[in-house]
């Protein structure tokens, strides 16, 4: 438990997305930002070396990184969390766009007593989330991985436009459809592409049978593009920053080039594909010891960098 934090009860009911579940509290605690709660989760007891902090992907939550979390909690210690509105957190101010996001996640390790440096690690579309807090705070960041990610700089190529554009009816429709109850009867074969177990399975499911959760997520995606351009404003993440880039499956060779690049760039850098994972498995138990290794490599530069 943090220091000096209350936990307090999950949201009451019609504020969170799991309020009316049967009562069953979250894993994890809920951190009081002030005006809102946010979903936190911790493993690993290390203080001695940088905290790692998961940023998850589109319409994912902090359950995405369970598998991760539980492969690495006895070497690290490692955070992860539900966004504003998503999971089991509670809405904040709009827009969700890439600035909102670092400042809550700013907040969020303040109100822990999570002194920095901070190692990030952003899945998808996180990767503009995790640059954006790396450029506004760089004296905070140690390391940085990424995970099949899609880096801003992708984001001005005419088929990523088309590919983000094109998520949009998709990301409707799961809004939609959520408030009709038809992603409740489709969660159990939609919901966790990951392959996750217990309760982050069940909470990939309960959120992707949330109206509340699907609402906020879409509102995220509604700022991609533009969070691209924030990103890219504000630079490329410094050469000296230890940066690892795992990617998965058998895209074409220019869009491969392309995500890795960052970790390219990287003086010490580490790109790796795992060709058998897909884009959400990557994270799962099958796979995730591929991000083990990125992660460990981002750690181990990063104290020696000390």
Known sequence: MARNLPVVAPPAKGKGLFAASKGVPPRGRMVDLGDRQIRVVIEGDRRDQPLVVCEAGAFGTG???????????????????????????????????????????????????????????????????????????????????????IPAEALVRP????????????????????????????????????????????????AFA???????????????????????????FDRELPLASVTAGRSRAWWKRMQAEPAHRSRSGYAENITRAGHASLLGPKHCEAVERAISFVMKAALASR
Not at 112 to 141: C, D, K, N
Not at 190 to 202: C, F, Q, R, V, Y
């Open 210 to 236: 949330s109206p509340q959760h699907n609402l906020w997520a879409a509102k995220e995606l509604e700022c991609w593009l533009k969070d691209g351009e924030m990103a890219r404003a504000l630079g490329e």
């Open 159 to 206: 088929a990523v436009v088309r590919f983000v554009k094109g998520s949009m009816p998709l990301a409707n429709a799961a809004r939609v459809g959520s408030g009709l109850l038809l992603t409740a009867v489709s969660a159990p074969l939609l919901g966790d592409a990951i392959g996750l177990s217990g309760e982050p399975h069940a909470e990939k499911l309960r």
């Open 63 to 149: 359950a995405d990184f369970a598998a991760v979390q539980a492969a690495l909690s006895p070497r690290m210690r490692l955070l992860a969390y539900d966004r504003a509105g998503l999971g089991y957190s509670e809405p904040g101010p709009e827009p969700r766009d890439s600035r909102a996001i670092s400042d809550d996640l700013k907040a969020l390790l303040g109100k822990l007593g999570e002194a920095p440096p901070y190692i990030l690690v952003g899945h998808s579309m996180a990767a503009v989330h995790v640059q954006v807090f790396a450029l506004r705070w760089p004296e905070t960041v140690k390391g940085v991985v990424l995970l099949d990610a």
